[in-house]
């Protein structure tokens, strides 16, 4: 079902969305969704929630998601005492945070002796647990609120 809802979406390229289950018994087994964006395009997240949100999994369901781990292009700068992510082509800025791996403290640290970041690999808050409750806690951030991602990774150009 969120498979579908994503391979829907007009900038996700539904020739690269994968279903993967876990091995387990019974009709409910973990999986991981894996996407790509069209070429040229960039993944909305809002619109991602939105079809989501009008499936049935807005409903009285046990599923959910344990994270949304999004692979972003673009580049790191400095807003106030803020680092965060411009992605490459769009307005998007996403706010950068500590996980638990230190990525974001050795991406400042690449940024800090001039290395250009270009990609950075992270975990977008609020996008965790059953799936209603997490829609709906989605759905209630105010619209200029700008999305965090807990940084697990990076990379830098190659010179």
Known sequence: ?????IA???????????????????????????FHAKPGKSIDLDQIRESIAATRLSGKTNM????LEITVIGTVERQGNERVLKVAGTNQVF?????????LQKLSDAVAKGEKVTTVIGRVSGWSGRFPVALENLAKT????RAMLSVTDFEVAKK
């Open 1 to 5: 079902m969120a498979r579908d809802a």
């Open 8 to 34: 829907r979406q007009y900038d996700v390229d539904k020739n690269r969305v994968i279903l993967t289950c876990d091995e387990g018994k019974g009709s409910y087994r973990p999986g991981t969704i894996t």
């Open 64 to 67: 959910g998601m344990e994270y």
């Open 95 to 103: 706010g950068l945070s500590e996980s638990p791996t230190n990525a």
């Open 142 to 145: 105010p619209p200029d609120t």
